[in-house]
């Protein structure tokens, strides 16, 4: 068996069972940590398709700083605070499990008629690769999909100005009764005391 | 590489099936939310894969932008959660249903 091989099959089925963890777990800390372990995992699996960027990309931006952020807003909404269990529509949950069934069965029939389970990747992806991945992923972002590139970065802009004015709390507007209540209670000193 | 395409391609399925089923069956908008990044690498896994398989970097260049663009739609999504939690103390999805029709 080769190498690749083995690898695949340790951490396919990991990948697997970290989701299954992080669907069931009742805890939004617990179900976080098991999604590290399945990013990790997928960050595998791109090591195993030739692309060690892609690899460590995943690693710091997914597993690392998006991970961080979730665990973040998690202690800050506070974690020892599970939510009642009341299921409003009870047809939803069963129909998602045969949903999602149904979509894996699907998924496998037209890989089998499609691609087919033994085509193996042609070999010719060294020379696509060369020198090596991320001098040759760099020569394809910074020439064919440079423009892209660009919006990307007005993209990110966009996002931190939208999420500073989001998550600011407003000072609260004063209204005019407000004010003139003010004026009237500063112009009359005493008159909150009432009747002595 | 001698694992066969289709293995990945299945395993990307099997992981965007689960990331559905989180979306569909919890009720917590954080944990929606995180099923929502299975399905994002579920499907930047296939990308990946297919890129491999046709010999060309393409595909890992959009599964690149995705990331970046999985980025940006993280840190607003968490603003969003953080907005509503300070608005009605509670991430319940059931809860926020002002617009539901």
Known sequence: ?196 | MRTPVAYFLLLSGILFALGTVGVLTRRNALLIFMSVELQLNAVNLSLVSFSRMHADLTGQVLAFFSMVVAAAEVVVGLAIIVALFRRRSSIDVDDARELRW
């Open chain 1, 1 to 196: 068996m080769p190498l690749d091989n083995v690898v695949f099959w340790v951490f396919a089925p990991i990948a697997v069972a970290s989701a299954i963890g992080m669907l069931v777990m009742r805890s939004a800390v617990h179900a976080a940590l098991f999604l590290v372990v399945n990013l990790f995992c997928i960050a595998v699996m791109y090591l195993l398709l030739d692309a060690p960027f892609l690899f460590a990309v995943q690693i710091v931006v997914y597993a690392g700083a998006i991970m961080v952020l979730f665990l973040f807003v998690i202690m800050l909404l506070g974690v020892d605070s599970p939510l009642p269990i009341r299921e409003r529509l009870r047809v939803q949950r069963p129909l998602a499990f045969a949903l999602a069934a149904g979509f894996v069965v699907e998924l496998f029939v037209a890989l089998r008629a499609g691609v087919g389970f033994a085509t193996r990747a042609p070999d010719g992806f060294d020379l696509v690769n060369a020198p090596d991945n991320t001098q040759a992923l760099a020569e394809v972002l910074f020439r064919d999909y440079f423009f892209p590139f660009e919006v990307t970065s007005v993209l990110l802009i966009i996002a931190a100005v939208a999420v500073m004015v989001m998550a600011q709390r407003k000072a609260r507007a004063v209204t005019q009764a407000e004010s003139d209540a003010a004026a009237a209670t500063m112009a009359t000193p005493g008159a909150e005391e009432g009747p002595a």
